[in-house]
């Protein structure tokens, strides 16, 4: 049997430590590295929500059959079309069309702990009914920030987003919001939670 001196022993406890250390350690948030950034660590833009619906704002399928990547949309919707509707450490969330219903607006939200979801509705047709919306910092990349944590916006919530589309490949619809209005008097604000 091979007995180590208590030298060896330090030195071998040093490199599991050192080890670990460097395993599980995360790396300081920093501009080249904005991934780093906690969720918390950034707000969203003082002149986001504003406090009158944007002119013209138009459904989002009505918006995914006219509008070009580059164009200035105002698109209305509500926010969910999936079990998680907001990226997690993003400001990016989906909305749906309104002629989408939810569980809640069907009568049936006793059997879907996410009526958000969506889930009684075609797939296919849900598809082609939402519409991704980012919230972006100064140099055009989504903020880091995780909104469902932020308390902001909740999903169902009926919003108005103006902004400019970004995006159209392959079926997505992407738009970078400048304003965002929470539509007043919506019918399942009450419902929402």
């Known amino acids: 049997m091979q007995y180590f001196s208590s030298k060896h022993i ?35 833009p003082a ?12 459904g989002v399928i009505q918006a995914r059959t006219t509008a070009k990547t580059g164009d200035r949309v105002a698109v209305i919707g509500r926010i969910g079309g999936s079990r998680a509707p907001f990226v997690s450490s993003r400001a990016i969330f989906t909305i749906v069309d309104q002629s989408m219903k939810s569980c809640i607006e069907t009568g049936e939200d006793e059997h879907c702990p996410r009526p958000w979801d969506y889930c009684c ?22 903020l880091a920030l995780a909104l469902e944590l932020e308390g902001t916006f909740k ?19 992407v738009v970078r919001a400048e304003h965002v209005y929470k539509v007043a008097n919506d019918p399942l604000a009450s419902k929402i939670k």
Not at 13 to 30: E, G, L, N, Q, R
Not at 121 to 139: C, R
Request: net charge negative.
């Open 10 to 44: 330090v030195t071998i406890v040093a490199i599991i430590v050192f080890s670990f250390t460097v395993a599980c350690d995360k790396p300081a948030p920093t501009a080249a590295n904005p991934v780093a950034q906690s969720a918390g660590s950034t707000a969203l």
């Open 47 to 58: 002149n986001l929500l504003v406090t009158e619906q944007p002119t013209g704002a138009i």
């Open 121 to 142: 509705e075609d797939k296919t047709e849900l598809a082609k009914s939402m519409a991704s919306i980012e919230i972006s910092d100064a140099n055009g990349k989504p």
């Open 155 to 173: 999903p169902l919530m009926l919003i108005a987003v103006e902004g400019t589309l970004q995006s159209t490949e392959g079926g997505s619809f």
